[in-house]
Structures are given as structure tokens and as C-alpha cells.
């Protein structure tokens, strides 16, 4: 628009029509005689400024200059996304500016008249709105007036300018946003519940898995914080801190990363248990190999999420708190976890064949083999509960069937890690006989008759 500015003496105005743009630059010099400066126009929208008052500046020195563009491709752009499904453009995006004017300050506040681009339902809330970075804000800016087909926006500054309509949240949108914390909530009560049970069997090496209880410590925090997040977005807190916003999406994205590689890594261990059946095993090396994987397992997450904010450090960060989707950002999650749910696909496979050699052949003792075997399938049962959630997420944007299918899977992998690996484990159930064998012989009657005679018996030796 600079380049369209001559210096004129007294006016001049200047039209551009593009297939995605349109624009008007008037210019006004220290010999124009007009008192105002007819209405700058395009074909939908239309804006008013004090342009000769502007030109009247000390600094001005009778020079001044507008341009007034607006874009008819930016209704679907992701340039002006949001994440607020309530929030919508009711017009076409247009810009302001004094290209080659020193000074730059208003003497009165701009108008523009918006062509509305659809409907308008009375229960919204219509406002005018400018681009900040990265958010639509309205500071600076009234709606002065509105009809069925156009707005009036006052503005005191120049900027980019949109009218912003703002729907209310159906009742679905609600129940599934109770549902999601409703159903997160119990799922933290599981995940707490198969941590104490492990702890319960830490000495029985069936049950108890240093994989299996980091990729729960991983989930449990990953869950806790994201249903805080959730809450502190739902009452506004959140949304000025946008620093605390992305801090918290990063390490959200550390530890979903987490849960998926000890996921892995479980499948892993399994592999090569499976391989070495008959080989004598050595609990020292044993324990310098979880030594090694718990630096590991939580090291490839760290990595991943250190080299992602490096080189996109404003993906963190969306409204809700996570990754934002531009710029390919969303793949730093997506990508990593695409790859280990393929290489657990692949693990599976492998272990599959390598049981069914195994059982053929009976190369090594049958009960290892059936062990191993009951394993495999509730490690792979525990893959496809916490890995095809995510696979689902890919399908959610345009159904809310999905959505609400995909947030009670999501949110209820504690569940069905305890049902798998606690309710189902035969080694489980008899430690929980054998804890509530050990409270009923302490607080049965007949013990606690035998304690109080005993206690008797003690105190009459005593007083004769």
C-alpha cells in the first residue's frame, strides 16, 4: 500500500480489486480544500476517518495518507484460527492503516461499516474485535450500532478488524465437558487404586512391574493435571497466563509421551523375555536394566519435548492449554506416538509367533510358556485400551459421537488398567484374601474374647 502513495497536493484515491483482496488508498495534501474525505469503500464494507485532520499535524505538515483493505479469503484461514468452538467471524477480515503519515494518532475514532456474512441469531453476542498476536480482543473498540445486515464498529486505534459473533454453548457441549471431568476424576480413583495394589504384591515379580507402575505414575499425573487444567479453564483462571498455559501443556506433552514409552517398553521386555524362556536369569543384571530403562523411559520423552519447544517454542499454548495446531505442531505428540503404537503392533507380532513355536516345539518348560502367554495377552489387551483412544482422537473433529467415545476411552485407562491387571490377575486376588483373612482373624470376636481374657488372667496373677 506504501508504494501507492505519491505525495500528492491536493487528493488522490487509489482502488486494487484481487481475486482475495480489496483495497482503497486515499491520500490528501496541503493544498486540498475539502473539509472531510468521502467514505473509503469496498464492496461489502465501508470505513469513516478524520483524514484531513490527521493531514493537519505539526509532524504531517499537510501530508496524510489511508489505506483500507479487506480480505475475502480469511473467513476459514487458520491465520485468525481459535479453538473456541463458540467463536465465529460474522464479516470479512479488513485492515487500517496510515502507510508513509508520521504521525499516526487519531483525532477521532474510526468507524466501519461490516457487511454481516451470515446469519445473524439474536440470542449471540455480536462484538468488534481486533487481532492481538494472537487472540481477538475488543479493547478499544464498541459496537455502535446493528441490523439484520450490517454492524457499525468504532475503533480508536488502526489495526485488523473483524465482527466477532459469539454463540452459546449447547447443552451437549456441557454434559460432555461434566462427562469428561466426571469420568477423569474416576479414572485418577483407579490408577490410585492399581498403584496400592501393585505396592500390595511388590514382592510377587508377576504382578509387580517396573514398567507397568511408571507408565501408571506417568498416567496418574498426566490425568491429575489435565483435570486441573480443565477446571481452572472452566472458571477463567487460566486464560491471562498464558505463560502458566504453556508451561502446563508442556508438561502434559512430557508425560503422555511418557506413558506411551513405558508402554513400549513394557512390550519390549516382553519380547525378549519371551526370546529367552530357558536362559537362567540374573536379578543383578536384572536390576541394572531398570536402572537404564527408568533413565530411558523417561529420557525419550524429555528429549522429544525439549527439541520441540527449541524449535517451535510458541506451539505451547493453545486455549485449551495444549498443543497448537499450526505450523505441523500437533506431530511432535502425534508423530512419536504413531511410531510406537507401529512398533508395538510389530512386538505383538513377533511375540505371537515366537508362543506359537514355542508351544510346538515345547523347547522349554510348559508353565513358563503358558505364564508368558497369559502376560502377552493383557499386555497386549493394556495396548489396545491405551492405544487405540488415541487413534480414535484422529476422527473426532466432525462427529460428537466419536468425541464423547474417545473422551470416556481416554479418560478411563486407570479403570481398565486395574480391571486387566488387578481384578483379572489370579495373583492379585489371592493377596487381597490373604489381607482381609489377616482383618478378620484380628478383629474377630473370638480373638478379641481370647486378648481381654488373656489381659484378665494377666492383671489377677499380678494382684495376688
Not at 15 to 44: F, K
Not at 265 to 288: D, G, Q, T
Not at 344 to 351: E, G, K, R, W
Request: charged share 15%; proline share 3%; net charge neutral.
Amino acid at each position: 500500500m506504501s508504494t501507492l502513495v505519491k505525495k500528492v497536493e491536493t487528493i488522490s484515491s487509489v482502488s486494487i480489486s484481487l481475486e482475495t483482496l480489496e483495497a482503497r488508498v486515499t491520500e490528501v495534501g496541503p493544498s486540498c480544500s475539502m473539509m472531510e474525505i468521502p467514505q473509503l469503500d469496498t464492496s461489502e464494507n465501508k470505513m469513516d476517518i478524520d483524514l484531513i485532520g490527521i493531514s493537519k499535524s505539526e509532524m504531517n505538515q499537510g501530508h496524510a495518507a489511508v489505506a483500507f483493505m479487506s480480505y475475502t479469503n480469511m473467513s476459514n484461514s487458520s491465520l485468525f484460527s481459535t479453538t473456541i468452538s463458540t467463536i465465529k467471524l460474522l464479516s470479512t477480515v479488513v485492515s487500517a492503516t496510515l502507510p508513509r503519515t508520521r504521525n499516526t494518532s487519531l483525532t477521532k475514532p474510526v468507524n466501519f461499516t461490516l457487511k454481516h456474512t451470515a446469519e445473524l441469531n439474536p440470542d449471540d453476542a455480536v462484538s468488534c474485535m481486533y487481532w492481538k498476536e494472537t487472540d481477538w480482543v475488543t479493547d478499544g473498540c464498541t459496537l455502535i450500532e446493528t441490523n439484520s445486515t450490517h454492524s457499525v464498529c468504532s475503533c480508536d486505534h488502526l489495526s485488523t478488524f473483524a465482527l466477532i459473533m459469539q454463540t452459546k454453548p449447547s447443552e451437549s457441549d456441557h454434559l460432555l465437558e461434566v462427562l469428561s471431568m466426571v469420568a477423569e476424576a474416576l479414572g485418577l480413583v483407579f490408577l490410585v487404586l492399581a498403584l496400592l495394589t501393585f505396592a500390595l504384591c511388590r514382592r510377587n515379580p508377576r504382578v509387580f512391574n517396573t514398567a507397568r507402575i511408571n507408565l501408571c505414575i506417568s498416567l496418574l499425573l498426566a490425568h491429575f493435571l489435565f483435570l486441573l487444567t480443565q477446571i481452572l479453564l472452566r472458571y477463567k483462571y487460566l486464560q491471562p497466563l498464558k505463560l502458566a498455559c504453556a508451561v502446563m501443556a508442556g508438561v502434559l506433552h512430557f508425560l503422555f509421551l511418557s506413558a506411551f514409552v513405558w508402554m513400549f517398553i513394557e512390550a519390549l521386555v516382553l519380547f525378549i523375555a519371551v526370546k529367552n524362556l530357558s536362559r537362567p536369569k540374573s536379578k543383578h543384571k536384572e536390576l541394572l536394566t531398570w536402572k537404564l530403562l527408568t533413565v530411558v523411559g523417561y529420557m525419550i520423552a524429555l528429549i522429544v519435548v525439549g527439541v520441540s519447544a527449541g524449535v517451535l517454542p510458541e506451539g505451547y499454548g493453545s486455549k485449551q492449554c495444549w498443543l497448537k495446531q499450526d505450523k505441523g505442531f500437533k506431530w511432535s505428540f502425534l508423530g512419536p506416538v504413531s511410531f510406537i503404537l507401529a512398533s508395538n503392533i510389530i512386538l505383538f507380532s513377533l511375540i505371537a509367533i515366537s508362543l506359537g513355536c514355542s508351544l510346538a516345539h515345547l523347547n522349554s518348560n510348559v508353565s513358563q510358556i503358558k505364564q508368558a502367554r497369559t502376560v502377552f495377552f493383557k499386555t497386549m489387551a493394556q495396548f489396545v485400551i491405551l492405544g487405540c483412544p488415541w487413534i480414535l482422537g484422529f476422527f473426532t473433529a466432525d462427529s460428537k459421537a466419536l468425541e464423547i467415545i474417545f473422551v470416556i476411552l481416554l479418560s478411563q485407562q486407570g479403570t481398565f488398567i486395574f480391571i486387566v491387571h488387578c481384578v483379572l490377575s489370579n495373583e492379585v486376588r489371592q493377596e487381597y484374601r490373604k489381607l482381609l483373612g489377616g482383618f478378620q482373624s484380628n478383629f474377630s470376636p473370638t480373638t478379641i474374647t481370647e486378648a481381654h481374657t488373656t489381659h484378665g488372667g494377666s492383671t489377677d496373677l499380678h494382684t495376688s
